[in-house]
């Protein structure tokens, strides 16, 4: 069996497609209908090569083998009966699209905005969410350690007193950008670390 490439062209549809010469044009059209989106009984097919037309393949019950059809020729398909205006389907500003109102999907609790509120991730993580050590408690908190913050995992990076809030406070440089800031917080750096990694 003899297979030949073309490069199927309509008006929304560019593809480069494989099909047997044995082929008979009425089982071609359908298995063009869903590539180009024109009904089998409406399309009207033409062979061309290096955009020149070559022939209309016309009869249905005649093979694709049965037309001078080369390797690589375009096979350009068009409708009969053009209904009005035709839709570019490549065109995405013809597609009207749905966009949710915020109060909607602030309700929802199966969206990422949710999962960043429940785990104070982002713009709802406070910048200045490093830990707090209660100056009374008798802690062993070293820079170099590795922790965990509920379910964020990180190493601490600072210990010690800060401009934005009194006692002792531990700064955490998480695995992942969980965080808020990059070791600073209001211009003031307590530590080094990539930007959404500290806390």
């Keep these: 069996m003899s297979i030949v490439t073309l490069f199927v062209e309509s008006e929304n549809a560019s593809s480069e497609r494989r099909f047997p010469k044995s082929l008979k044009l009425d089982e ?13 009984s409406s399309q009207n097919l033409t062979l061309q090569h290096q955009s020149q037309e070559v022939c209309a393949l016309t ?3 005649k093979m694709l083998g049965y037309y001078p059809v080369q390797d690589y020729m375009t096979l350009r398909v068009t409708s009969l009966h053009p209904s009005g205006p035709t839709l570019n389907f490549n065109d995405e500003s013809q597609v009207e699209k749905y966009v949710m109102p915020d109060e909607d999907y602030d309700k929802r609790n199966d969206t990422v905005r949710a999962f960043k509120r429940r785990h104070n991730m982002g713009r709802f ?17 070293k ?31 998480y695995d992942e950008p969980m965080g808020k800031n990059d070791g600073s917080v209001d211009g003031e750096r307590y530590f080094e670390c990539r930007p959404e990694y500290g806390s």
């Design 59 to 61: 009869d249905d019950t």
């Design 143 to 173: 820079v170099g350690q590795r922790c965990k913050v509920g379910e964020r995992r990180g190493t601490v990076r600072y210990v010690g007193n800060t401009k934005f809030k009194q006692g002792m406070w531990v700064g955490i440089e």
């Design 125 to 141: 993580a406070d910048a200045k969410s490093a830990m707090s050590i209660d100056e009374t408690e008798e802690v062993d908190v």
């Design 28 to 40: 071609l059209k359908a298995r063009l209908e869903p590539i180009v989106g024109i009904a089998a």
